[in-house]
């Protein structure tokens, strides 16, 4: 599976942004697929994940209420749409495949990765 992570970029605190990661190379329908970031001089932590037969989704904490997670299963396309951003959210954002039935946060339970896309939020 190749992920190619679009969509990041330069935002004001409260604005929002959509990003994309297009999925190529094995059967997308099969996977979980999860968005991860990575902040400078912290760990790389998950952020958000789907189920793609079923669509059931996860969310840590800390975006709850403002990121929805979604697929299109037919584009073979992951999203995440972020809104009501904050200067804690800039980070390189990763999004990251993995064939198990379960959506689990930790980055080692992921065998596919993106190569990132930046999102800078200023206060």
């Known amino acids: 599976v190749q992920l190619q992570a679009s969509g990041g970029g330069l935002v004001q605190a409260g604005d929002s942004l959509r990003l994309s990661c297009a999925a190529s190379?094995?059967?997308?329908?099969?996977?979980?697929m999860a968005w991860f970031r990575q902040a400078p001089g912290k760990e790389r932590e998950f952020v958000a994940g789907?189920?793609?037969?079923?669509?059931?989704?996860s969310y840590a904490d800390s975006v709850k209420g403002r990121f929805t997670i979604s697929r299109d299963n037919a584009k073979n396309t992951l999203y995440l749409q972020m809104n009501s951003l904050k200067p804690e959210d800039t980070a390189v954002y990763y999004c990251?495949?993995?064939?198990?039935?379960?959506?689990?946060?930790?980055?080692?339970?992921?065998?596919?990765w993106g190569q990132g896309t930046q999102v800078t939020v200023s206060s």
């Open positions: 990251a495949a993995d064939n198990s039935m379960l959506i689990f946060t930790a980055t080692r339970a992921y065998d596919y």
């Open positions: 190379g094995s059967t997308f329908s099969s996977y979980v």
């Open positions: 789907i189920r793609l037969i079923g669509g059931t989704t």
